[in-house]
C-alpha cells in the first residue's frame, strides 16, 4: 500500500479527544456502553456543551510549539455524535448543543493555516443510530461487544438496515469530512464489531482515494489501512512498515478531572525517542474541557516535550529508525543518508557510552543541543575476520535533563556488524 512520504517524516502528532462526554467528564461513549452513565443521561450534556473558548488557532501554536507535525481531532467517536453539521443525522453539536455551529471546520483551517497536516478521527460504529446494531458478525471478535446499542440479538438482524446504515450514515459522513474539510489523514476506530465484508472495507478504501488519493488511512480499516496502529505502549519488537503509537499524557482519553496522572516530560520524551527509534510516530493525546481549553498540565508538558525536540531536531527530522537492539543500550535514529546514527541516552552517561558492531571508523561525535565534541576509542575487534571492535564514547560533561542525544558522524553509509564474534 502506498504511503504519502509527510506522515513517515512527520514522528509527532497530537490527538485531540473532545466531545460531549468533557461537559460531566465521563468516559468517551464507553461510559453509557458499559451502564455506568444511562443513556439519557450521557446525551443531555448536549446541553451543557459550549465550546464557548474554542481557540483553533491557540491549539495549533500550542501543537507548533510541541514540535508536532499534524493533529487528529475526534469528529465523530462512537456515540455518534458528530462535530460538524452533518445531512445524515440529526445527532451533531451545531443542530443539538448551545455550540450551533461547526467545529471541525475551524480546526482544519487553523492547522493549515500553521503548517500542520490535517487529521479526522471516525468511528465506524455508532452507538446512538437505531439503524446500526442490525446485523452479527460470523464470530464475535470480543463478547463484549454482544450488547444492545452493537448488536442485535439472535435472529432479530436485518440487512436491509444495515445497507442503510452503511450508505446513508458511514459512507454519507465519510464522503462529507472529505469533501468539506479535505483532511490529510482519516483516523478510524471501532472497526472491531463486524467482519471486513460486512465492513466492506476494500471498497470503502477504494472510494475515498477515489475521490481523495493523498489521503492516509490509518491501520484501524482490518487491512486496507496504509499504517499500524498501536495504542499505550511501544511495540518490545521494531514493527515492519509504517506505524504509530497512539498514548495518552495522563490515563485517560477525553477530560476527565478525577484524571490527574500526568507524565512527566522527562516520562514522554522517552516515550517519543523510544517510539521513532523503532520508525513510528508518536501520537500523543489531550483532552480539552468542554469550552475548548486544554489543561495547563498537558499544554506545559507539550511545550516541555517541544524544547526537547527543538534542541535535538537534528536527531528527529528528518532521520529513520536506527539501530537494532543490542548496539547501543537505548533508542537510536540514522539520518536520511545513513551517515550520521543519533544515540540516545535517557540517563546522565558516567565513565563512557558505548556503540557495538560498526564497521565504520567514526569521524566525529558530537552533543545535540551543546555542540560539545568527544574523544572516542575501539576496544577489541578481529579485524582479518570483520568483526569491529567497540566505539567507548567520553561522557559529556554537560547531560540533557530529559534525555542526551550524541551525534555519530561515520565515514559512509552505515555498516552494521550482526555475526557472532567467535573466531
Same mark, same amino acid.
Not at 439472535?154 to 459512507?171: A, F, N, Q, S
Not at 499500524?228 to 495522563?250: F, M
Not at 520524551?269 to 517510539?275: H, L
Not at 532521520?319 to 543490542?326: F, I, K, N, R, S
Given at each position: 500500500m502506498t504511503m504519502q512520504p509527510w506522515f513517515s517524516e512527520a514522528k509527532l502528532g497530537i490527538f485531540v479527544h473532545w466531545g460531549i462526554y468533557a461537559v460531566d467528564g465521563v468516559g468517551e461513549s464507553w461510559s453509557f456502553f458499559g451502564g455506568d452513565v444511562p443513556y439519557e443521561t450521557y446525551m443531555a450534556q448536549l446541553n451543557g456543551f459550549t465550546a464557548s473558548r474554542y481557540r483553533p488557532d491557540d491549539w495549533a501554536k500550542l501543537f507548533r510549539k510541541a514540535g508536532a507535525k499534524y493533529a487528529v481531532l475526534t469528529t465523530k467517536h462512537h456515540?455518534?455524535? @458528530?462535530?460538524?453539521?452533518?445531512?445524515?443525522?440529526?445527532?451533531?453539536?451545531?443542530r443539538r448543543s448551545p455550540v450551533a455551529r461547526d467545529l471541525v471546520g475551524p480546526f482544519a483551517d487553523a492547522l493549515r493555516r500553521h503548517d500542520l497536516r490535517v487529521g479526522l478521527y471516525f468511528s465506524h460504529n455508532d452507538w446512538s443510530h437505531p439503524d446500526y446494531p442490525s446485523v452479527r458478525p460470523s464470530k464475535l471478535h470480543r463478547p463484549w461487544v454482544?450488547?444492545?446499542?452493537?448488536?442485535?440479538? &439472535?435472529?432479530?438482524?436485518?440487512?436491509?438496515?444495515?445497507?442503510?446504515?452503511?450508505?446513508?450514515?458511514? #459512507?454519507?459522513? *465519510?464522503?462529507?469530512?472529505? =469533501?468539506?474539510? #479535505?483532511?490529510?489523514?482519516?483516523? $478510524?476506530?471501532? @472497526?472491531?464489531?463486524r467482519d471486513e465484508r460486512q465492513w466492506r472495507m476494500k471498497e470503502l478504501r477504494e472510494e475515498i482515494l477515489a475521490s481523495?488519493?493523498?489521503?492516509?488511512?490509518?491501520? !484501524?480499516?482490518?487491512?486496507?489501512?496504509? $499504517? @499500524?496502529?498501536? =495504542?499505550?505502549?511501544?511495540? *518490545? +519488537?521494531?514493527?515492519?512498515?509504517?506505524? =504509530?503509537?497512539?498514548?495518552?499524557?495522563?490515563?485517560?482519553?477525553?477530560?476527565?478531572?478525577?484524571?490527574?496522572?500526568?507524565?512527566?516530560?522527562?516520562?514522554?520524551? !522517552?516515550? $517519543? @525517542?523510544? +517510539? *521513532?527509534?523503532?520508525?513510528?510516530?508518536?501520537?500523543?493525546?489531550?483532552?480539552?474541557?468542554?469550552?475548548? +481549553? *486544554?489543561?495547563?498540565?498537558?499544554?506545559?508538558r507539550l511545550e516541555g516535550l517541544g524544547r526537547w525536540i527543538s534542541r535535538n531536531q537534528e536527531a528527529v527530522y528528518? +532521520?529513520?529508525?536506527?539501530? &537494532?537492539?543490542?548496539?547501543?543500550?537505548?533508542?537510536?535514529?540514522?539520518?536520511?543518508?545513513?551517515?550520521?546514527? $543519533?544515540?540516545v541516552c535517557f540517563d546522565t552517561p558516567r565513565v563512557f557510552v558505548e556503540l557495538r558492531g560498526v564497521h565504520n571508523t567514526v569521524k566525529r561525535i558530537s552533543v545535540l543541543g551543546t555542540g560539545q565534541e568527544l574523544g572516542h576509542r575501539v576496544v577489541g575487534g578481529f579485524p582479518s575476520r570483520r568483526v569491529p571492535g567497540v566505539v567507548r564514547i567520553e561522557v559529556p560533561t554537560v547531560s540533557d535533563p530529559y534525555a542526551t542525544v550524541l551525534a555519530i558522524e561515520l565515514d559512509g553509509e552505515l555498516d552494521l556488524y550482526t555475526g557472532s564474534g567467535e573466531g
Open positions: 456515540d455518534g455524535v @458528530a462535530l460538524w453539521d452533518t445531512a445524515c443525522t440529526d445527532l451533531s453539536v451545531p454482544d450488547n444492545r446499542y452493537a448488536m442485535p440479538a &439472535p435472529g432479530d438482524e436485518d440487512p436491509e438496515r444495515w445497507e442503510r446504515y452503511l450508505e446513508v450514515v458511514h #459512507r454519507g459522513q *465519510i464522503r462529507e469530512l472529505i =469533501e468539506g474539510y #479535505r483532511p490529510d489523514l482519516l483516523w $478510524f476506530d471501532g @472497526a472491531w464489531e481523495s488519493p493523498e489521503t492516509v488511512l490509518n491501520g !484501524r480499516m482490518l487491512g486496507h489501512g496504509d $499504517f @499500524a496502529t498501536a =495504542e499505550l505502549g511501544v511495540p *518490545i +519488537t521494531r514493527p515492519e512498515g509504517p506505524w =504509530e503509537l497512539c498514548y495518552t499524557i495522563n490515563d485517560l482519553w477525553g477530560y476527565q478531572p478525577q484524571d490527574t496522572r500526568h507524565k512527566s516530560v522527562r516520562e514522554l520524551v !522517552r516515550v $517519543f @525517542a523510544e +517510539t *521513532i527509534g523503532h520508525g513510528g510516530n508518536l501520537l500523543l493525546n489531550t483532552g480539552p474541557r468542554e469550552d475548548g +481549553t *486544554i489543561r495547563p498540565e498537558h499544554a506545559q528528518p +532521520t529513520e529508525a536506527g539501530l &537494532p537492539y543490542g548496539h547501543h543500550y537505548g533508542p537510536s535514529m540514522l539520518s536520511k543518508d545513513r551517515r550520521t546514527l $543519533f544515540l
